[in-house]
Structures are given as C-alpha cells and as structure tokens.
C-alpha cells in the first residue's frame, strides 16, 4: 500500500506563484509517473501535469509555460511550481502517483487527498 500526502496549497494573489509538493510513502514500490490533477466544484476532475519516468512531460494547454512539472525519485516526490496564477487556476489540486508495486508486479494508482489553491484578484 502506497500513502500519498500533498502540501503547499495556499491563497495567493493573482500573478504570484505556488508550489505544490506531492510524497509517496509505504514500502517495496517503485514511482512510475507523477501526475497533477485539480476539480473545481461540479467539474470533473482534470490533469494538468504528468512527468514520466524518464523525466518526460506533458502539459495541459492552459497552464503550458506557467506550470513546470519535476520529481525527485530519491525523495519519491513530485513538484508543480505555478507561476503567473490567475482566478481560472483556483481549484483544488491532487497529486496521482503510478507505481509498479514490487511485491505483485502490479501497476495501480494512487491519489493524495487534495490541496487547496485559491487565486484572488
């Protein structure tokens, strides 16, 4: 079994920036792809950001040159650094993890529990 607990949500004025942090913990696991994901009320849920396990990364066109995607495998975390915020970007943000599960082989996902990025004007 894989935890996932995100932080660095906030309130933030429109133009600053946030970031979120995204760790994995539990045992005989090894991260495949890093994924961001945010919801806001009513919507469904949607991916912002995924990097791969090569370091390859994909962004949602509305957050593309804004929003950078990294990973740390040692620390088995992933980062969204969000710049230039705007009220469009307030949502809450969850972190999915893919992991190959060492003990099974098998691959699952994992979500954190959410963190809350509120942008005002």
């Known amino acids: 079994q894989v935890q996932v607990v995100e932080s660095g949500g906030g309130l933030v004025q429109a133009g600053g920036s946030l970031r979120l942090s995204c760790v994995a913990s539990g045992r005989n696991f090894r991260l495949i792809d890093m994924s961001w994901y945010r919801q806001g009320p009513d919507q469904d849920r949607k991916e912002v950001a995924r990097i791969g396990l090569r370091g390859q990364v994909i962004y949602e066109d509305s957050v593309e040159g804004r929003f950078t995607i990294s990973r740390d495998d040692a620390k088995n975390a992933s980062y969204l650094q969000m710049n230039s915020l705007n009220a469009e970007d307030t949502d809450t943000y969850y972190c999915?993890?893919?992991?190959?599960?060492?003990?099974?082989?098998?691959?699952?996902?994992?979500w954190g529990q959410g963190t809350q990025v509120t942008v005002f004007s």
């Open positions: 999915k993890l893919h992991v190959c599960e060492s003990d099974s082989g098998r691959y699952n996902g994992y």
